[in-house]
């Protein structure tokens, strides 16, 4: 049920994708990104090993997801806030009664004396909140996942585990609230290749209020910021411009 939409890459406009940076993803998408493993299998590389942290395989999974080195220097952090942004903008953009609190823990979004302590600290990667005349107050506790690669190869468990993880900010909420409140969990993930799980994503951003060709520009937008921040990750390790003091 996961559609890959990476096709919406090209749009024929300026989508703010550069060229090189479409040629990387479409590369990885037909697994010929010329990573050490695969130059090691065209006889181009004495090893398959990564460069930065050792690893035996330096796949591009293993590049956009599973480096150590990578993973210390933020840029998969990084990559993640970018993705994420790009829907947040889409929402903000599409639906303008929506307010936005973007990393913001629990204790400073209800007001610290509302919250449990335990759960104060919990930080989604975004509240959502509308207000409507006619309509009950609706909440969305936003969480976003930059996961490895496909769905078919079992991350959905990601997914879930978010959702059970927030369950408790939901119930929070609805407890602190005066009012009556509808409270929601919304978590997108998206492949490290571009696949999302289309259905989930256009049922979750209708539920929000977009109509479907919002949410499909929606949808576009976030596959294009994907193929963005790949490249950073890319360009991270092609140079090793990143943070070393970290290390
Ligand atoms: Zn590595």
């Known amino acids: 049920?996961?559609?890959v939409i990476a096709g919406k890459l090209y749009t024929g406009r300026d989508d703010g994708v550069a060229d090189w940076e479409r040629r990387a993803?479409?590369?990885a998408r037909a697994a010929c990104y010329p990573t050490r493993a695969n130059l090691h299998l065209w006889g181009m590389a004495p090893t398959a090993h990564c460069d930065l942290?050792?690893?035996e395989r330096e796949t591009y999974?293993?590049?956009?997801?599973?480096?150590?080195?990578?993973?210390s220097a933020n840029c998969y952090r990084q990559?993640?806030?970018m993705v994420a942004g790009s829907i947040l903008e889409c929402v903000a953009r599409e639906l303008e009664d929506t307010h936005i609190y973007r990393e913001t823990s629990l204790d400073n979004f209800l007001g610290t004396s509302r919250c449990p302590p335990a759960l104060g600290r919990m930080r989604p990667d975004a509240f959502l909140t509308r207000d409507r005349k006619d309509k009950r107050r609706k909440i969305?506790?936003?969480?976003f996942q930059r996961g490895w690669t496909d769905h078919d190869k079992g991350d959905d468990w990601r997914a879930e585990a978010k959702k059970q993880k927030y369950g408790q900010v939901v119930q929070a909420i609805k407890q602190a609230s005066d009012e009556e409140v509808e409270v929601s969990i919304a978590v997108f993930v998206i492949g490290v290749l571009g696949s999302i799980r289309e259905d989930e994503w256009m049922q979750q951003l209708q539920d929000m209020g977009m109509t479907p060709t919002e949410a499909?520009?929606?949808c576009s937008t976030a596959v294009r910021e994907l193929a963005r921040a790949n490249?950073?990750?890319l360009s991270a390790r092609a140079t090793r411009r990143f943070d070393l003091g970290k290390f």
């Open 231 to 233: 490249a950073m990750v």
């Open 25 to 27: 993803f479409m590369q």
């Open 79 to 81: 990559a993640h806030d």
């Open 61 to 71: 999974g293993h590049i956009q997801v599973h480096c150590q080195v990578l993973a």
């Open 1 to 3: 049920m996961s559609r």
């Open 53 to 55: 942290c050792g690893a």
């Open 140 to 143: 969305w506790v936003f969480e």
């Open 216 to 218: 499909e520009r929606t």
